[in-house]
């Protein structure tokens, strides 16, 4: 049982829970998910008693697109030290304004204090270009430090909703990742349909760096999208994720179990996060 994981959740620090006023005068993006007093903000006790409730025992703790560097950087301390004190059960992935000149000297400082990655990264909202030479060197640093890159993955396609648009397009995700292939990277939301072009074999060999979680799956998918997708990427490559707080871990990962061919449950709801995000050995 303690060998799930939920690979895609997001915390913030208390004070910038309390800031939620504040922050969406300042930062749109920030006020387009979080302005509406109902959408869920939630800090690590809340992430702890979630996880419980869901049997899961690790939990990746990503951050979230601010365009303030300040902002992303007080959130980027507490992740580190939420992560510090969890006994290995919180892997922090800060999140990065790639459009703010020093962000790699952050990136370089949160890696090495203990970040596993960055994300959830949204180049749209905070003006960047996914394929320009910012993003090349970040894809480079992931590379050469391990450290794993997730991506808001914007479907092209369907229904709006808020912070739809904003990521990065699955075309552009392919073609970055094909540009720095030993660079690690997550497809959030079922990677957007870039799913399907794995099916062309230049494209599968192109992109083998390239993993999926099931964040928020059901509320863009039906319910058998996540057998197709592990069919299609192989079960060693999607990772059970909730986007919690928007979601609750236990009825996602019932639901994804429900659909699930039972051999590969294992790898998809722990094995392959523990793996690429915890760096244990795979089972
Ligand atoms: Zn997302």
Redesign the pocket.
């Known amino acids: 049982m303690d060998n799930r994981v939920d690979a895609h959740t997001h915390l913030f620090a208390p004070a910038q829970i309390a800031a939620r006023v504040a922050l969406s005068e300042r930062d749109p993006t920030f006020a387009e998910l979080y302005a509406d007093p109902r959408a869920k903000l939630a800090d690590a006790p809340a992430l702890r008693t979630a996880l419980d409730r869901a049997g899961i025992g690790r939990a990746v703790a990503a951050g979230f697109a601010f365009a303030s560097p300040r902002d992303l950087a007080e959130q980027a301390e507490y992740l580190l030290a939420v992560a510090a004190e969890s006994n290995g059960a919180i892997a922090a992935l800060p999140c990065l304004n790639l459009a703010d000149p020093g962000w790699e000297r952050d990136a370089r400082r949160w890696l090495a204090r203990g970040a596993r990655g960055f994300g ?1 990264l949204r180049p749209g909202n905070q003006g960047w270009d996914p394929l320009g030479p910012e993003a090349i060197r970040l894809a480079h640093l992931a590379a050469e430090s391990g450290a794993v890159l997730l991506w ?1 993955v914007s479907e092209p396609l369907g229904h709006a909703y808020p ?1 739809k648009r904003g ?1 990065i397009g699955p075309i552009e995700l392919a073609e970055l990742a094909a540009r720095a292939p030993s660079a690690r990277m997550v497809a ?2 079922l990677g957007g349909g870039l799913s399907f072009y794995l099916q062309m074999p230049e494209v599968r060999r192109a992109i083998e760096n390239i993993y999926f979680d099931t ?2 799956a059901f509320l863009l998918y039906d319910e058998w999208s996540v057998a197709r997708l592990v069919d299609l990427a192989g079960p060693g490559r999607v990772l059970f994720g909730s ?1 919690f707080p928007l979601l609750a871990p236990r009825r996602q990962l019932e639901r994804i179990l429900a659909g699930l061919p039972p051999a590969t449950a294992p790898g998809v709801c722990g094995g392959n996060a523990a793996t690429l995000y915890f760096g244990l050995p795979s089972e």
Do not use: L, P, V
């Open positions: 959830e808001h912070g990521g959030a939301h964040a928020a986007d």
